[in-house]
């Protein structure tokens, strides 16, 4: 044994950590240390002469799974490259790029994000004659993903008309060579359940599963990781803090394992480490009012700590420079870094006045959870490009990418190669070839050669970027080739100041491609693995080593798992949290809700603010708000109210402020 772990944790924990054969459930309050024993667990299993390669650990976020391997490293002190830890759609690639050709796919696949996903729909949908108003994206890409995850069935009447839109949805990702994301999760299932060989080769491999989080778990998840494992498979969550129901994760799971790993040794974890007893008893109260759980009896050793600050501004800049005045003055006086702190927020749209104070006050901050670096459309367009170039078939990409920068490639040329791939059932890429080799081509002499020179680009980038090093040197290359600063410029004629932004967008992403070529722990550096490395982080966030000594801003749901000393909730009002959506949709989902809640508070180490605006401004106008109805829940004596600038004027801000003075005087 390299250290002693008996010292390092409970005798709860060590139990867990140690019980390395057969099935261990945990199911433990936030902030127990399910995920420190997860790490130590491997640690051990390493002391304890296991080799890295048989190992497998699952968890949901790429900062998680980052965060969990350099633990492990830490606690080591090896290289950790045989080491599997990854979250369930990484490890779907890498399944993936292995045996896809089972399924009739091709190794260099592409993967789709919800873009790519929503043009695909989008076109499909105009191929099969929807009207624009039929075509809400949205509602498809959501039902086809229900369908997918077999949430949602055929035959049960609203949704029959996409039917036919889902089936050519399906054959178009097929002849595109490219997966969505729920693939990533159900086609290794399908390689599974079709081709026992595969499997065989798996089990073989990973004899020690581990699952962080597991109240998130999907069904299709589940049986993944179920028919994988045999036994000694360890599982770690928190009902409470189950917040994905609608994107199907089931904690009814939780029932499925006791049931599927019969013998299992089940594990409590009851002293939270994280939080200080204001924080839990906060949290405590509110998750309380849940009828469907797991009853915990979770304490803290850390002493009550400092109360909980409510505060009630006048609208969002109010609130966000408090935020950004609070982390200031509280930096300064606890000699705190910038990420010391978190602001939590429901959703995306509450990001923008945050972000403005920060830019403002200098606040340097990241943002993970939102819209993602890689949505922008100059960075987009890049990435099309080097996912044209790694897998031509794709359709999508190479559409997006043909003429720009213009390059005479117009819109009766596309149909006419668009006319070729449905007559032959071929992409793009595989008509456009046929057109310009045909003898009797139907396109003009100009047209040949524009798109001999697109295939010849292509095919010269397809040599030089497969193989061998300086990726980011090429993709440099290639930016120049295709001349990009100039369409930016011609695109943005009024404002240079935008080209040149965007431009140093480009540039920040050649060099993070640089960044990580130079990673020593990351030996796999193919185009291949860069375009899946960043597919799956865009996903939910997009982490590099230049956050650290930065504010996290970041979406509730994105800092699942994850622990600041100091954090602001915000935006916390009747229709945000709850959503309205919930509100509409009945008391699970209001349960939801408050689990997620539930979820930021316990995100806290040493100090909460909580704060709910008066006013806020929404779709052109400015709407009164109300508080959440969760503030209500936390108990009295936690709460400190904070004095506004502005005198309060609506009635339930007022109402509630004359609750919270009460709470203060008594
Ligand atoms: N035995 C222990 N001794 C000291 N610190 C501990 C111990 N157990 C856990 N901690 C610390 O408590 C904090 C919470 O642990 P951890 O993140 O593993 O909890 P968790 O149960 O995974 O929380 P969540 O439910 O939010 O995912 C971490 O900072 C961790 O290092
Ligand atoms: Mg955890």
Request: glycine share 6%.
């Given at each position: ?60 976020t790429n900062k998680?799974?980052k ?260 982390i ?9 870094s910038y990420a010391d702190f978190g602001v939590l927020i ?5 990001s923008?006045?945050i972000e403005?104070?920060f830019l403002?006050?200098?606040i340097p901050y990241v943002m993970s959870g939102g819209t993602s670096f890689f ?133 920040s992403?050649?060099?993070s ?24 982080i865009s996903?939910d966030d997009m982490e590099d080593d230049e956050d650290k000594g930065k504010v996290n801003l970041m979406t509730?749901?994105a800092s699942?798992?994850l622990?600041f ?102």
């Open positions: 044994m390299t250290f002693d772990y008996q010292a390092e944790l409970n005798p709860e924990q060590y139990e867990a950590v140690s019980s390395i054969e057969g099935p261990v459930l945990i199911i433990a309050g936030a902030g127990s240390g399910k995920t420190r024993v997860i790490t130590f667990r491997m640690s051990y299993m390493l002391d304890s002469g296991i080799p890295q390669s048989q190992i497998l650990a699952l968890t949901f998680a799974a965060e969990m391997s350099e633990r492990v490293k830490q606690l080591t002190g090896k290289k950790l490259q045989m080491l599997t830890v990854s979250t369930f759609h990484a490890f779907g690639v890498k399944i993936l790029r292995e045996d896809i050709n089972r399924l009739g796919w091709r190794e260099n696949f592409s993967i789709y994000d919800d873009v790519d996903r929503n043009q695909l729909i989008k076109e499909t949908g105009r191929d099969l004659g929807f009207t624009a108003e039929a075509l809400d994206v949205y509602k498809i890409g959501t039902l086809i993903s229900q369908v997918k995850t077999g949430m949602k069935h055929w035959g049960d009447g609203a949704n029959d008309q996409y039917k036919q839109l889902y089936e050519e949805y399906q054959s178009g990702l097929k002849l595109y060579n490219a997966v969505d994301f729920d693939d990533l999760i159900i086609l290794p299932l399908k390689l599974f359940r079709e081709h026992p060989d595969v499997l065989a080769k798996y089990k073989d491999r990973y004899k020690y599963i581990m699952v962080d989080e597991f109240q998130d778990t999907s069904l299709q998840q589940y049986q993944f990781m179920h028919s994988l494992a045999d036994r000694n498979v360890c599982v770690v969550g928190d009902d409470d803090q189950s917040i994905y129901s609608w994107r199907g994760a089931n904690y009814e799971n939780l029932v499925m394992f006791e049931k599927d790993f019969p013998g299992l040794k089940e594990i409590k974890l009851e002293q939270n480490y994280r939080s200080t007893g204001t924080i839990l008893a906060a949290a405590n109260g509110v998750i309380k009012n849940n009828t469907n759980r797991k009853e915990k009896a979770l304490w803290s050793g850390n002493g009550s700590g400092k109360p909980i600050e409510i505060y009630i501004p006048e609208n969002e800049s109010t609130e966000a420079d408090f935020v950004a005045e609070s200031q003055g509280i930096r300064m006086e606890e000699k705190r429901r959703s995306n749209t509450l923008r006045a403005e104070a403002e006050q200098n949505q922008r459309k100059e960075i987009k367009d890049v990435i099309s490009y080097l996912r044209v170039i790694a897998n031509p078939d794709d359709d999508i990409n190479l559409l997006r990418i043909i003429n720009t920068p213009r390059r005479g490639i117009g819109r009766k040329t596309i149909e006419d190669i668009s006319a070729v791939a449905n007559a032959q059932h071929c992409s793009l890429w595989t008509a456009m070839n046929a057109l310009v080799a045909a003898a009797d081509t139907p396109i003009s002499e100009k047209t040949r050669v524009d798109l001999e020179l697109f295939i010849n680009f292509v095919t010269e980038h397809r040599s030089t970027m497969l193989s061998g090093k300086d990726l980011s040197a090429k993709v440099k290359k290639m930016v120049d080739e295709i001349d990009y600063w100039s369409y930016l410029v011609q695109e943005y004629q009024k404002s240079e100041k935008a080209a040149r932004y965007k431009f140093l967008n480009i540039d992403l050649i060099n491609i640089s960044t990580w070529e130079k990673d020593p722990d990351n030996f796999k550096k193919s185009l291949y693995d860069y375009l899946n490395r960043i597919t799956l996903r509730i749901h699942k798992g622990e000393p100091i954090v602001f909730i915000i935006g916390c009002e009747e229709g945000i949290i709850p959503h309205a959506r919930s509100l509409e949709e009945g008391e699970g989902n209001v349960e939801e809700e408050r689990r997620l809640f539930y979820v930021a508070i316990t995100r806290a180490r040493d100090k909460l603010f909580i704060s709910s605006c008066q006013r806020r401004r929404k779709m052109g106008g400015v709407m009164e708000c109300t508080p959440s109805p969760f503030l209500q829940e936390i108990p009295e004596n936690l709460v400190e109210y904070h004095e506004p600038a502005e005198p309060l004027e609506t009635e339930d801000a007022l109402d509630v402020l004359a609750k919270m003075k009460a709470r203060f005087i008594m």
